[in-house]
């Protein structure tokens, strides 16, 4: 064995009869050939190759002789890099069998990222080329097809982003979700504050009473059951929130600071338990959903309390109680100014 390099990839693989021969040549650079039938072994040699080894585990017997190591994280811990070695095994596959790389969908990947590979890289490769001979020519490489194997519940699932392929380009647009949130929530939310306002007191004849009270809150609830969170991407108080953040940023450019997620998680639930509760009492002690100017009394508290947290970053959770509670303590003298 001449000078050169030596690559042993997924040693952990080998019949484990071989890895002493693999220690000994680690150890001193030396090594046996494999004596011929009927011949006395030979003598040992002597190597000059550079050896790597590739490994997704370590070996005992092998590790006092690793001079250096280059630590990879696995595939679960570098789901950014899994695009590339999806492209990557493609033209591999492709490249063998003489066929044209398709393209990948994003759903595809994100599919994958979702997963964790206990087998690394291998099950992946393995994966792109079952996916691969499967895919029928000229059709991008799409999630059912890269894994199509899924749980009696997961094929129970109707996937609104496939049967409605114009929703599906509707959310990946500009218009989703900045500019519908600035044309039309924000409009629609702040002209049913202003009806609340000024529109007639009683609850039969003002219509955005009812729809607070009677269809928004409710719609919230069952349309989660149907799109998730996609009510998260336009809600009203989030959309001044950002509007005042981009604002502030604008006349005062400044780096935003981080938000205090570990004091936000050990006491965030309580924190929001409180302003409910606070928010149920005030509910049925003052009757607010009959009460128009104490309903959009409620929706500015709420507006309210989200543009300051987008303001203030990087602050601890018991600054924050103040500010809420004086929020809390405003909305109720303005309610007794009013009466």
């Known amino acids: 064995m001449g000078k050169g390099t030596l690559i042993f990839n997924n040693i952990q693989e080998l019949d484990p009869e071989l890895i002493p021969a693999i220690a000994q040549l680690l150890k001193d650079n030396t090594y046996t050939p494999v004596p011929r039938i ?19 585990k370590t ?32 033209s591999l596959v492709c490249r063998s069998k003489g066929l044209t790389q398709p393209e990948v969908t994003p759903e595809a990947i994100r599919r994958l990222q979702a997963y964790d590979f206990p087998n690394n890289l291998t099950e992946l490769e393995n994966l792109i080329r079952r996916a691969i ?20 519940k997961k094929q129970l699932r109707l996937k ?63 349309s989660f059951l149907f799109v998730g969170r996609l009510w998260c991407a336009v809600c009203p108080f989030m959309i001044y929130g950002e509007l005042v953040q981009k604002i502030s940023l604008w ?22 338990f409180g302003l409910f509760a606070l928010i149920l009492l005030w509910e049925e002690l003052w009757n607010l959903p009959n009460t128009t100017y104490l309903s959009a009394c409620l929706l500015l508290l709420i507006t309210a309390g989200l543009i300051l947290t987008r303001k203030i970053q990087r ?9 809420h509670f004086a929020l809390l303590a405003l909305s109720v003298l303005f309610w007794q100014l009013i009466v």
């Open 38 to 56: 009927n011949q006395p072994p030979p003598p040992p040699k002597t190597s000059q190759a550079r050896m790597i080894l590739i490994a997704e």
């Open 59 to 90: 070996l005992p017997e092998l590790d006092p002789f690793i001079e250096s190591r280059i630590k990879v994280p696995p595939l679960r811990v570098r789901k950014s890099d899994l695009s590339d070695q999806v492209n990557y095994y493609i």
């Open 133 to 152: 001979v499967q895919l029928p020519a000229g059709q991008p490489l799409t999630e059912e097809i890269v894994w199509p194997s899924q749980s009696k």
């Open 160 to 222: 609104l982003l496939n049967t409605l392929p114009r929703f599906r380009r509707f959310l990946r647009s500009a218009w989703w979700p900045d500019r519908f949130n600035y044309w039309f929530v924000l409009p629609a939310y702040t002209l049913v504050v202003a009806i609340l306002f000024l529109g007639p007191p009683t609850r039969s004849e003002n219509f955005a009473l009812n729809l607070f009270w009677a269809w928004w809150w409710p719609g919230v609830l069952i």
């Open 251 to 272: 006349l005062f450019p400044r780096q935003l600071k981080r938000w205090p997620r570990q004091s936000a998680e050990r006491w965030g639930g309580w924190f929001l």
């Open 315 to 323: 602050t601890s959770l018991w600054s924050l109680l103040p500010q």
